[in-house]
């Protein structure tokens, strides 16, 4: 990559995408040009140097709790939409390869004509030879959210950051900011204070992970252009959960 890795201000980023913010403006399931924005923000950051990973939702495609409500078994809806999680890996595997960055897909659910089986080593070198790694199927087993994967993966990855990108909120609130205009936003917010407050940012699986790791996690839009390489780069953009809050 053409800059050096002090240029990041993270040495090993896992980037979680929800399978939303793909759909953009089309019914399809899939917009296009945000696969195009999404791959060209990606290979912004990837460029200072830094070790990028993803783990991309499916719920642009399957919705595993609506198929339940309408009488499907829970297990087989969610292996339905760890599926769906694999296209999603696939078309940002190949946005991102036909922006010039080099890609491996990994499932969790071994289908090895599309994608490798995740091995933990064999991700970590992927890494170390400046492949970003799209993480698909989430854990492998159901009553897992994507939200759990991309925790569980950052922490296997030894990930200085997880970046939880939001479509169209730039942070956490203390309410929904869409339903309430005087929602006041956090700079930085505690594991504890999130939990306590249930406020929906992330599942309290994957969010319980990060704290017992103490794995700092950064909430921001995703549709702010160059939102990602800005943090890593240092900058203060969202909000930053951590052990700690501002006012502790």
């Not at 800059?3 to 296009?32: F, H, M, Q, T």
């Not at 290979?43 to 499916?58: F, P, Q, R, W």
């Amino acid at each position: 990559m053409s800059e050096s890795a002090a240029d990041s201000a993270y040495r090993r980023v896992v980037l979680k995408l929800s399978g939303e913010s793909l759909r953009g403006a089309s019914s399809d399931g899939l917009d296009w040009s945000v696969l195009g924005y999404l791959a060209s923000e990606v290979k912004d950051a990837a460029a200072l140097g830094g070790e990028v990973s993803l783990v991309i939702g499916g719920g642009n495609i399957w919705r595993g709790a609506v198929a339940e409500r309408n009488g499907m078994d829970r297990a087989t809806a969610d292996y339905a939409g760890m599926l769906a999680t694999v296209i999603n890996a696939l078309a940002m595997q190949d946005a991102l390869e036909r922006a010039g960055v080099t890609t491996r897909t990994q499932s969790a659910i071994e289908i090895r004509t599309v994608a490798e089986p995740y091995i933990h080593r064999r991700a970590l070198r992927h890494l170390e030879k400046e492949r970003v790694v799209i993480f698909a199927a989430g854990t492998g087993s159901p009553y897992m959210t994507t939200d759990t994967t991309a925790a569980l993966r950052a922490v296997e990855m030894n990930a200085d950051l997880l970046l939880m990108a939001k479509n169209q909120v730039d942070g956490v609130y203390d309410a929904d900011p869409k339903a309430e205009p005087g929602a006041r936003k956090f700079d930085r917010v505690s594991y504890i204070e999130l939990l306590n407050r249930r406020l929906q940012v992330m599942d309290s699986t994957a969010l319980s992970l990060c704290m017992e790791n103490d794995l700092p996690i950064r909430v921001f839009d995703v549709f702010t252009p160059g939102a990602i390489r800005r943090i890593l780069t240092g900058e203060n953009i969202g909000t930053l959960i951590a052990a700690q809050s501002a006012n502790a």
